[in-house]
């Protein structure tokens, strides 16, 4: 038997669906990655997008079908939905194409370390309690997501490569959204840390992040809207985090700690 890669990987925040999803790289890293599991860690289909504009290229098929095919050659996909397709939800344990959905799942690592997985928003206060002003967010997201298209698109035929994202330059500047990210990493924490668990497998805020608080282990997929990050376990079950950049991989390595460093960071979308 041939062996994967990795024996994991965590991918979160697609936003199939939407003009915001990068299909490409997407594609991309789906054709030159395989895993033993593999986990589709919310924001998969975006319905919001999807309820305010039918948008559905070829390519958001082709992932579809890849996905699909991946789980017909033997790899595990269990699908945790997230806030954008929310309704899944309701289809708990259910098995579609091979795909099990699951609200949220436990991971043992080959270290024997305990993940819980999970999307996120159950932890975002806005967007639990306030979902018009999660929605006028995500609608702000939107604007600056096309203008950033917008900046790529120049940067590529001016021959640059760099990963220059506005979003995460905006992000970065305002003080209420960096509180906003703090918050809720440290309401995870300390909702989880004494489940019985380790840490945490998450997106939600489209910043990918692995980190120790306070011994338990936070970790964040980041997206594939501008970022285009994912988390994988080693068969030796150490994690890392993977930027991906099409035709090539731009990086392997643990975050770094500066992250207006490395671009494609998402503003975030809730």
């Known amino acids: ?20 999803c990068q299909a490409d790289t997407l594609l991309d890293f789906l054709k ?21 504009k039918m948008y559905w290229p070829r390519d958001h098929n082709v992932i579809i079908q ?11 996909i269990i699908y945790v939905p997230g806030n954008h397709d929310e309704n899944v939800r309701d289809y708990d344990e259910y098995v579609f194409g091979d795909i099990v959905v699951k609200k949220s ?16 928003d159950e932890y975002d206060t806005i967007a639990q309690h306030h979902r018009w002003m999660a ?7 939107d604007w600056l997501i096309e203008i950033n298209r917008f900046l790529r698109l120049c940067r590529r035929m001016l021959g640059v490569q760099s990963h220059f994202s506005l979003a995460a330059f905006v992000k970065f500047k ?7 990210m703090s918050d809720y990493e440290e309401t995870i924490v ?14 939600h805020i489209h910043h990918a992040e ?3 608080i306070e011994g338990f282990m936070y970790v964040n997929t980041g997206d594939f809207v501008e970022s285009c990050t994912a988390i994988v376990e080693h068969h030796d079950g150490n994690l890392e985090l993977v930027r991906w950049q099409k035709q090539a991989i731009v990086e392997v390595k643990p975050l770094t700690e500066d992250p207006l460093a490395e671009a494609g960071d998402g503003l975030s979308n809730i």
């Open 1 to 20: 038997m041939k062996t994967s890669p990795y024996r994991t990987i965590w991918i979160s925040d697609l936003h199939i669906g939407s003009t915001q």
């Open 32 to 52: 030159h990655n395989d895993s033993e599991k593999l986990y589709l860690v919310g924001d998969i289909i975006d319905f919001w997008a999807l309820s305010k």
């Open 66 to 76: 890849k996905i699909l095919r991946k789980a017909r050659h033997g790899t595990q």
């Open 105 to 120: 799942d436990i991971h043992t690592t080959a270290q024997g370390k305990r993940f819980l997985v999970v999307h996120g």
């Open 135 to 141: 929605k006028l967010g995500s609608v702000g997201y």
């Open 174 to 180: 305002v003080k209420n959204v960096v509180k906003f």
């Open 190 to 203: 300390k909702t989880l840390k004494n489940e019985g668990v380790d840490g945490v497998i998450c997106g």
């Open 210 to 212: 692995i980190k120790d």
